[in-house]
T-cell receptor, first 112, second 115 residues
Framework: DQQVKQNSPSLSVQEGRISILNCDYTNSMFDYFLWYKKYPAEGPTFLIS?????DKNEDGRFTVFLNKSAKHLSLHIVPSQPGDSAVYFC???????????FGQGTRLTINP | DTEVTQTPKHLVMGMTNKKSLKCEQH?????MYWYKQKAKKPPELMFVYSYEKLSINESVPSRFSPECPNSSLLNLHLHALQPEDSALYLC??????????????FGEGSWLTVV
């Protein structure tokens, strides 16, 4: 049972445009959500997070939106840059848990 | 400062060898983790240490043996591995303050090849 799903294995966006990566979850106990970016041969780098008491969190070019009723979150990157090309993992956890549940990842390619 | 350092970056070992992966963090985090990642897959949790005690073992085979000598260091001892154990091994750390949401920070990983 996949509790965190990223339904798009890949996404291609033109440089300068907005990239939108989506993530759905099924476990209503999740109350903290994270996005990680991963380049080949490197460990995942933490990008941005959001707790369930918020519906939006911004950090520079990155914004995460959380829709609790739909059990859906999205990561917006604007403007997209070539260095944003990577695999993006959505992850979820809940208070007291020490486990992150990861989605399968979305490979983002930014085209010049 | 989100630095978790892992050594070695690359390791090739035979199936009869004994080797160790090492991890260090200086963020004052009291939880440390070992994850395993295969190509095109998300990271998979192996072990969690909380306050230097093993708190989670995700049914990992005994050929992987974790050790937490102190709050900053985490080792993974490897013995009699199989070729299918070849993967990127990730160390990570996080706070343990019981608040809403403790971000887990990953190191760059150790690439292990078993021949």
């Amino acid at each position: 049972d996949q509790q965190v799903k990223q339904n798009s294995p890949s996404l291609s966006v033109q440089e300068g445009r907005i990239s939108i990566l989506n993530c759905d979850y099924t476990n209503s106990m999740f109350d903290y959500f994270l996005w990680y970016k991963k380049y080949p041969a490197e460990g995942p780098t933490f990008l941005i997070s959001i707790s369930s008491i918020k519906d939006k969190n911004e950090d520079g070019r990155f914004t995460v939106f959380l829709n609790k009723s739909a059990k859906h979150l999205s990561l917006h990157i604007v403007p997209s840059q070539p260095g944003d090309s990577a695999v993006y993992f959505c992850a979820a956890t809940f208070r007291g848990a020490q486990k992150l549940v990861f989605g399968q990842g979305t490979r983002l390619t930014i085209n010049p | 400062d989100t630095e978790v350092t892992q050594t070695p970056k690359h390791l090739v070992m035979g199936m009869t060898n004994k080797k160790s992966l090492k991890c260090e963090q200086h963020m004052g985090h009291r939880a440390m983790y070992w994850y395993k990642q295969k190509a095109k897959k998300p990271p998979e949790l192996m072990f969690v240490y909380s306050y230097e005690k093993l708190s989670i073992n995700e049914s990992v085979p005994s050929r992987f043996s974790p050790e937490c000598p102190n709050s900053s260091l985490l080792n993974l001892h490897l013995h009699a591995l199989q070729p299918e154990d070849s993967a990127l091994y990730l160390c990570a750390s996080s706070r343990l303050d019981g608040g809403l949401g403790n971000t887990i920070y990953f190191g760059e990983g150790s690439w292990l090849t078993v021949v």
